[in-house]
Each structure stands twice: as C-alpha cells, then as structure tokens.
T-cell receptor, first 114, second 115 residues
Framework: DAMVIQNPRYQVTQFGKPVTLSCSQT?????MYWYQQKSSQAPKLLFH???????NEADTPDNFQSRRPNTSFCFLDIRSPGLGDAAMYLC?????????????FGPGTRLTVT | AQSVTQPDIHITVSEGASLELRCNYS??????LFWYVQSPGQGLQLLLK????DTLVQGIKGFEAEFKRSQSSFNLRKPSVHWSDAAEYFC?????????????WGLGTSLAVNP
C-alpha cells in the first residue's frame, strides 16, 4: 500500500545534541510537510517542500531545518534540541497545494529530550 | 484572519449513542473544510472534506458532516458510536493565500467512549 513512513517512531536525544527525523513516501506526491504537535494541541506547520522549493513558516525557529534530497524522502534536522522541542513530529504529503488537497500523514515520531 | 473553533475540548459518549462534534470557522470566502481523526500515538487520517455542492458530506467510518454557511459551522456526526471511535478529532479549514496554502486547525476534541 502506498503510504507515508516515519523513522524512528520514538527518538530520545540529549539537550543540545543534534537529531534527524526521517520521512519517506511511496505516494509520489510533490508536496511534503513537517508538523510539530505537542500534547493536547493541534499540529503546527513548521515548513513544507513543493517539489524542491522550500517554504518556511514565519514563526519556525532557526533551530529547525529540513532537507529533501529527492521526491521520496524528507528529513527534519533539529540542530540543538531544547526541552521545549519535545513533541510528536508529523510528516505529511499531498499532491499539489490547492486548498482542497488532502494531506496524507505518517504515524509520527515521538521526540523526547533529556 | 481565518480561524477554526472547536468548542468542546472533551466529550464522553456511550457506545451505540449518537455523536455530534462541533466546529465553527471564520473565513471570508467559500471555505474548504476538513475533519481529521487521530488515534492515540498515531498520525492523522482524513474523515471527510467539503468544498462545494451538497452540504451534507459523507465520510469514512460512518461519519458525516453538514456545512451550514449561515452558522459558519461544519459539525461532524455519527449515528452510533463504536468503542474504536475513541480518538482526537480535528476540524481544519484550508487557507488560500498565495503560495502558503496551509491548513488552519482547531484545537481538537477528545472523544471517549464508555462501554
């Protein structure tokens, strides 16, 4: 089945130690998104790629970076994680960015910062 | 600015009872509206969406939603709830502004189902 895969499902990192989260998709969608979701909150969009075009949200901290080496893969890099970065990180994809386009979500990576 | 309000933070229903989750939106033009469900520890899954046309929209898992422009609402309903419906439900509206076509999310409603 076509899907969005996130690895690892659970990640523990130390305060200030860089960490990379991975997302891959078999849907061949041209748009990939990264969301941060804290407990009992709505997902917060960090950035998205439209093909190779990177689109950062205005309030996304510089500590968060992303790479998309090809259509299938997208990475979220947190350069110096703080305790406040502990959250669920969701990757999503869509075919295009028209307003009604459905986003397909992966299962998420739960990040713990110690 | 666009916004989505889900007035109920938490709802508990008995299995087999009917369900209605409320969603109100603020948007100047015709909205693109969505309901997503998130099971514990999982990503989000689309239940249904509304763009235009018939104001009663059918979705997966027996859910439906009705768009009421006069009330700026898009409430989610299910006639008979199953224990597996316990989850977090998010209403969202699609922003249509330039290249930033992001979703504006409500804060979610947590649904508990009593046996």
């Amino acid at each position: 089945d076509a899907m969005v895969i996130q690895n690892p499902r659970y990640q523990v990192t130390q305060f200030g130690k860089p960490v990379t989260l991975s997302c891959s998709q078999t849907l061949n969608h041209n748009v990939m998104y990264w969301y941060q979701q804290k407990s009992s909150q709505a997902p917060k969009l960090l950035f998205h790629y439209y093909d190779k075009d990177f689109n950062n949200e205005a309030d996304t901290p510089d500590n968060f970076q992303s790479r998309r080496p090809n259509t299938s893969f997208c990475f979220l890099d947190i350069r110096s994680p703080g305790l406040g970065d502990a959250a669920m990180y969701l990757c999503a994809t869509s075919r295009g960015r028209l307003p009604g386009t459905e986003q397909y979500f992966g299962p998420g990576t739960r990040l713990t910062v110690t | 600015a666009q916004s989505v309000t889900q007035p109920d933070i938490h709802i508990t229903v008995s299995e087999g009872a009917s369900l209605e989750l409320r969603c109100n939106y603020s948007y100047g033009a015709t909205p693109y509206l969505f309901w997503y469900v998130q099971s514990p520890g999982q990503g989000l899954q689309l239940l249904l969406k509304y763009f235009s046309g018939d104001t009663l929209v059918q979705g997966i898992k027996g859910f439906e939603a009705e768009f009421k422009r006069s009330q700026s609402s898009f409430n989610l309903r299910k006639p008979s709830v199953h224990w597996s419906d316990a989850a977090e439900y998010f209403c969202a509206v699609a922003q249509n502004a330039g290249n930033n076509r992001k979703l504006i999310w409500g804060l979610g409603t947590s649904l508990a189902v009593n046996p």
